[in-house]
């Protein structure tokens, strides 16, 4: 699996390799991570120990490496995807729910007065074969659903609105 990660604005390209390594930037090198505890791990590379704090926030993670608050964010293939086809999700807090990519409704999960929480999966799209789990941008109540299951929609296709 490959993955894009941004650790205080300095980007690496990591793709897991099977068993105790990884390619980092293109270079093999041995890694793993140990957890210690429910937010404590161990990052092993290339014999040089990081103690990693991983603390469950609303928006995700706030991250510590050997004790210093940082900024990490990571992409997946899917996401890297949908960045390079123009389809990366705008920080927003709209209730606007927008299809990032054309797809084929397969499920709505939810319902019209239905108070839905920020991330709570409203519908699953389907693109390219996958399915595509659609987020809720925002805490609120479904105001409308604008399609329908099994019904094809374009990419930025106003899929629901919340309040």
């Known amino acids: 699996m490959k993955y894009?990660?941004?650790?205080?604005?300095?980007?690496?390209?990591?793709?897991?390799?099977?068993g105790d390594?990884?390619?980092?930037?293109g270079v093999k090198k041995d890694a793993r991570l140990v957890q210690l505890s429910e937010r404590f791990y161990h990052f092993i590379c290339d014999g040089k120990v990081f103690r990693v704090e991983a603390t469950k926030t609303d928006e995700g993670f706030?991250?510590?490496?050997n004790g210093e608050p940082v900024s990490?964010?990571?992409?997946?293939?899917l996401q890297l995807l949908l960045d390079k086809m123009g389809g990366a999700k705008k920080k927003s807090a709209s209730g606007d729910v927008r299809?990032?990519?054309?797809?084929?409704?397969?499920?709505?999960?939810?319902?019209?007065?239905?108070?839905?929480?920020?991330?709570q999966g409203l519908l699953i799209l389907e693109a390219m074969k996958m399915q595509n789990e659609i987020k809720s941008p925002v805490d609120g109540v479904?105001?409308?659903i604008l399609v329908s299951e099994k019904q094809a929609v374009e990419k930025n296709f106003l899929l629901a609105k919340l309040e």
């Open 4 to 18: 894009q990660v941004a650790i205080d604005k300095t980007v690496f390209d990591v793709e897991t390799l099977g």
């Open 21 to 25: 390594s990884i390619s980092l930037n």
């Open 62 to 65: 706030n991250f510590k490496i």
């Open 72 to 77: 990490v964010e990571v992409k997946d293939e």
């Open 99 to 119: 299809a990032p990519m054309p797809g084929l409704v397969v499920k709505v999960a939810v319902s019209v007065g239905e108070r839905v929480r920020k991330g």
């Open 142 to 144: 479904v105001k409308e």
